[in-house]
Structure formats: structure tokens, C-alpha cells
């Protein structure tokens, strides 16, 4: 049973940074892509970065140059740091495997507001 739990989200103003963490569990956390997705309100869960089992990593245009993913595998953690955030970016952020499972965690939500 893969467990999954986001943390690291808060209220930050525009132009700031954030840096999430995601904790996985499973001995073979290594030999998967994994990636950050975020639902914003009213829209659709979408990726916004994804990270190869050897590193090679994917950004959504919109966050292109702003967000660095990168992973642990001796910590099976997956980390998501987010610079220049805007308000477009206030979403619940969560971490999964790429393609994702069914199985989500609780998310950490993310609130850039002025």
C-alpha cells in the first residue's frame, strides 16, 4: 500500500517562494516517475512537474523557469520548490506517481495572496 503525505504549503504574497515536500513510501520508490499536480479551484487536477527514476525532469509551460523539482531516493522524498509565485498559482498541491495512481494523499494547499 503506497502512502503519499504533501507538506510545506502556506499563504505566501506574490513574487514569493515555497518549498514542498513529499514523504513515499515503498522500497521501489526509486524505480518510478513521480509528480507534482495541483487542483485549483473550480478547474481540473492538472501536472505541473513530473521527475524520471533517473532524474530527467518536465515542467508545465506555466511554471517553467519559477519551479524545480527534485527527488531523494535514499529518503524516498520528492521535493517541489516553487519561486515567484503569483495568486494563479493558489492551489492544493499534491505528489504522485507519474502516470498517476489512483491513490492521493491530502494534498497541501497554497495560497499566494496579497
Known amino acids: 500500500q503506497v502512502q503519499l503525505v504533501e507538506s510545506g504549503g502556506g499563504l505566501v504574497q506574490p513574487g514569493g517562494s515555497l518549498r514542498l515536500s513529499c514523504a513515499a513510501s515503498?522500497?521501489?520508490?526509486?524505480?518510478?516517475?513521480m509528480g507534482w499536480y495541483r487542483r485549483a479551484p473550480g478547474k481540473q487536477r492538472e501536472l505541473v512537474a513530473r521527475?524520471?527514476?533517473?532524474?530527467?525532469?518536465n515542467y508545465v509551460d506555466s511554471v517553467k523557469g519559477r519551479f524545480t523539482i527534485s527527488r531523494d531516493n535514499a529518503k524516498n522524498t520528492v521535493d517541489l520548490q516553487m519561486n515567484s509565485l503569483q495568486p494563479e498559482d493558489t492551489a492544493v498541491y499534491y505528489c504522485?506517481?507519474?502516470?498517476?495512481?489512483?491513490?492521493w494523499g491530502q494534498g497541501t494547499q497554497v495560497t499566494v495572496s496579497s
Open positions: 504522485n506517481r507519474f502516470p498517476a495512481i489512483a491513490y
Open positions: 515503498g522500497r521501489t520508490f526509486r524505480n518510478y516517475d
Open positions: 521527475i524520471s527514476s533517473g532524474g530527467t525532469t
